[in-house]
């Protein structure tokens, strides 16, 4: 009696420790590693912070600032990707892939673009609404000046009375020195079948330049 019982013992850890091993090879066949990177669609560029979440798991990762990341998972899994600015994408895992690792690149479309600032004011009516039109000082914003700042008249000024910093003095001592040496030991042209050297002296002479020096004398 003893042995039978013992022989069912024997015969069922045999059959328990079998059916363990096989559900585990099991679950680690179906365990698999995905390795990507996320890029935009139309550029191929890195798309940085994409959050990559398993669904109705908890557990995920987010990609670097290359646009890498990489997740453990199990084959069926559905992958969802999100960014900001982007639409959100998901990703079924194929039961059919062969070994534990797994390359893929997911591309992501722009979705959401910057509109210019909107300001919303209580419309005035009647004689409030004249003064309004005639006298509200509505400030300009960003793009506004931005344009402003940048326009020809304002950079022309910029460029006109902006003092020259170090390096531009630097470089125009430099010039200037290697003009004098070009010369050195000759007479230097005096310019006089310059046009551009006449104009500046009938301006001169219009402006009276000689006629102050001379009572000054």
Request: aromatic share 16%; net charge positive; glycine share 6%.
């Amino acid at each position: 009696m003893r042995s039978h019982y013992k022989l069912f013992v024997a015969t069922f850890l045999v059959c328990f420790l079998g059916l363990a091993a096989t559900a585990q090879n099991h679950f680690w066949d179906n365990v698999i590693q995905i390795t990507g990177v996320t890029m935009t669609a139309d550029s191929l560029r890195a798309v940085p912070d994409v959050t990559i979440e398993v669904k109705n798991k908890d557990r995920g990762t987010y990609s670097s600032k290359y646009g890498v990341f990489s997740l453990v998972c199990s084959k069926g899994d559905t992958l969802s990707f999100s960014a900001v600015g982007f639409r959100p994408k998901d990703y079924v895992i194929s039961r059919n892939i062969e070994g534990q690792y797994f390359n893929m690149v997911q591309l992501m479309v722009q979705d959401t673009f910057f509109l210019p600032e909107t300001i919303i004011r209580p419309l005035p009516y009647g004689d409030e609404f004249d003064y309004a039109f005639k006298y509200w000082d509505i400030p300009d914003d960003k793009y506004a000046v931005a344009q402003k700042n940048t326009s020809k008249r304002a950079m022309a000024y910029l460029m006109q009375n902006t003092p020259k910093d170090g390096r531009e003095n630097q470089a125009y001592y430099q010039a200037d020195q290697a003009r004098q040496g070009y010369y050195y030991g000759q007479q230097r042209p005096i310019g006089i079948f310059n046009p551009f050297k006449w104009g500046e002296f009938f301006n001169a002479w219009k402006r009276g330049d000689f006629k102050r020096k001379n009572n000054n004398n």
